[in-house]
């Protein structure tokens, strides 16, 4: 009987716990702030998790501050506040405010699950044999991961696979895709833009293009060597004929009959 009375007991204490419990969120590195250790006799308030954090004496208004914690829990006694800094995964837990007087009591007990804020690495878009895939990357715990197109719902055909890291669409679906990451303490999005697929005739068009731009350009560059070429060769026949004529004037002309000289002279008979 004794026995059971207990086991009753502590069934008891483990539903007020419950009922007093709430559960928080808290980002990795951040800082926790406690309150509810404002002394109202004089006993002892404590803070607990899996063990003693801290202890204040009311009556001598003192404070004990257990190892693990003291280089980062600061405790303002006349307030009851206190703040535990650069939380860590490890922090994760039940944080228990009792009041010890003639009896331990539960003040208050909040589950605190330290975790680490969602952020967006990277979003890429790229053809599948089912269509057009959009996947995205990220960091951060107990995430939710939502996808939009154009503002809305997804288009029919969608598949998420991979945690829903994955949207898979047909391949005739385009516009805008976002994709929105959250979890308890942040959220975040991002979005990618999908085009038309260019259509085969445009492709052809756009070689055709490329192809007759690259003629006209042999083309331009042929003139403009046989221009070259041409002036080329009229300067050089150019400088030819002048070199001829100035030859040409430099000899010495043979003078005339009757003009001295050493022209025939004609003896009278």
Avoid at 79 to 100: E, H, P, R, V
Avoid at 241 to 252: I, T
Wanted: charged content about 20%; proline content about 4%.
């Amino acid at each position: 009987m004794p026995f059971a009375i207990h086991s009753l007991a502590l069934l008891c204490l483990w539903m007020v716990h419950i009922a007093a419990s709430k559960t928080e969120w808290r980002a990795r590195s951040s800082t926790l702030e406690l309150c509810g250790l404002t002394c109202e006799g004089s006993g002892f308030n404590t803070l607990e998790r899996d063990s003693a954090i801290l202890e204040i004496d009311c009556k001598y208004k003192s404070l004990k501050i257990f190892n693990g914690y003291y280089s980062r829990t600061h405790v303002n006694i006349s307030t009851g506040c206190c703040s535990i800094q650069n939380l860590s995964k490890s922090d994760t837990g039940a944080y228990n405010i009792f009041n010890i007087e003639s009896e331990k009591k539960l003040v208050q007990s909040t589950y605190y699950v330290v975790i680490d804020p969602v952020q967006i690495r990277s979003l890429s878009s790229s053809r599948s044999d089912g269509g057009r895939e959009v996947r995205v990357t990220y960091t951060g715990d107990e995430a939710t991961v939502i996808w939009t197109w154009n503002g809305g719902a997804l288009p029919m055909g969608h598949r998420l696979s991979d945690g829903n890291k994955t949207l898979t669409v047909p391949s005739n679906y385009t516009g805008t895709f976002r994709v929105y990451i959250r979890n308890p303490i942040n959220e975040t999005s991002a979005e990618i833009n999908i085009p038309l697929p260019e259509s085969p005739s445009r492709s052809v068009q756009a070689r055709a293009g490329t192809i007759g731009g690259a003629v006209i350009l042999d083309l331009i560059v042929l003139v403009s060597c046989w221009v070259w070429a041409c002036r080329k060769s009229r300067a050089e026949s150019a400088l030819q004929l002048n070199g001829s004529q100035l030859r040409a004037l430099q000899l010495p002309q043979p003078c005339a009959p009757g003009q001295g000289g050493t022209g025939t002279r004609h003896l009278d008979s």
